[in-house]
């Protein structure tokens, strides 16, 4: 039982270290609230880095229009992210900003890091009642073309590298010479390592010594600071494979001794 135990504070407190930026759990996808009246909006880890604990500070805001071009209407507070704090705040939105819609408003928090750069999540839509404004045009134009309850991809920006994702995928637009550069001589959050290399159909090497000198190992008895990478993005590889069926017909049943042996175990 005490095993057990270990185990599992064992498994959370790695959880912890790598939890990872806001995903909203509240309001749900869909949901209705009512403007001009206090409701709460919380967050939790996505699962994605960075983790939170590399963010020092927020500003959550709401939004409207398309999921590609998303439309500020309201800034409602910037605060820090810190256990004080908590993951939840009461919000209430003014009746006046907006008009009324089905699932038209979703949430959207940026957030900094403490290396540099910006991540902005988005909830899911909801709808919010009572509204006694309009929308702009653009925003009007834009909600026609809206379908379903899912808001916009998350974005994140971290030394220059534009990254795109969405709970549990990731996609980093880079140009190619950063895959060029030597691994140990990049800086930033998110480092580049070049394309893998494809193994040839013989083997050729005669040198069985190691390609590189062996490294000591240093083992934690005190907790480690956060760490210095997020992720390593690795260059997509361009080799290209064909392959068809096998077209060789089964081999026949032996009909020598090694038949007679196997017909002993039938039953």
């Known amino acids: 039982m005490r095993l057990t135990q270990t185990l599992l504070l064992s498994t959370t407190a790695l959880w912890s270290l790598v939890s990872a930026d806001v995903e909203f759990a509240s309001p749900a996808a869909g949901a209705s609230v009512a403007g001009g009246t206090p409701f709460l909006v919380s967050w939790r880890d996505s699962?994605?880095?960075p983790s939170l604990i590399?963010?020092?500070?927020?500003?959550?805001?709401?939004?409207?229009?398309?999921?590609?071009?998303?439309?500020?209407?309201?800034s409602i507070s910037t605060n820090t992210f810190s256990a004080t704090s908590g993951n939840t705040v009461s919000v209430t939105i003014p009746q006046d900003i907006g008009g009324d819609?089905?699932?038209?408003?979703?949430?959207?928090?940026i957030s900094t890091l403490v290396a540099g750069g910006t991540v902005v999540n988005y909830s899911d839509r909801f709808t919010?009642?009572?509204?006694?404004?309009?929308?702009?045009?653009?925003?009007?134009?834009?909600?026609?073309?809206?379908?379903?309850?899912?808001?916009?991809n998350s974005t994140s920006d971290f030394a220059g590298a534009l990254v795109v994702n969405k709970r549990a995928t990731a996609t980093a637009v880079v140009d190619a010479a950063q895959y060029?550069?030597?691994?140990?001589?990049q800086t930033g959050v998110i480092r580049y390592a070049s394309m893998q290399p494809v193994p040839g159909s013989t083997i050729t090497a005669t040198n069985t010594a190691p390609l590189f000198a062996t490294s000591s190992v240093?083992?934690?008895t005190t907790y480690l600071t956060s760490a210095t990478i997020v992720t390593t993005v690795t260059q997509s590889g361009t080799q290209s494979?064909?392959?068809h069926a096998n077209t060789a017909s089964a081999a026949p049943m032996p009909s020598d001794d090694m038949a007679k042996f196997l017909a002993r175990w039938k039953d």
């Open 47 to 49: 699962g994605i880095a």
């Open 54 to 74: 590399d963010l020092t500070s927020y500003e959550l805001s709401l939004y409207s229009g398309s999921n590609d071009n998303p439309q500020q209407l309201y």
């Open 101 to 109: 819609g089905i699932n038209a408003y979703f949430f959207g928090m």
């Open 128 to 152: 919010i009642t009572g509204m006694t404004g309009f929308f702009a045009p653009s925003v009007k134009t834009a909600l026609v073309s809206v379908s379903g309850t899912s808001g916009p």
């Open 180 to 185: 060029a550069t030597p691994y140990e001589s």
């Open 218 to 220: 240093v083992l934690a």
């Open 241 to 243: 494979v064909s392959s």
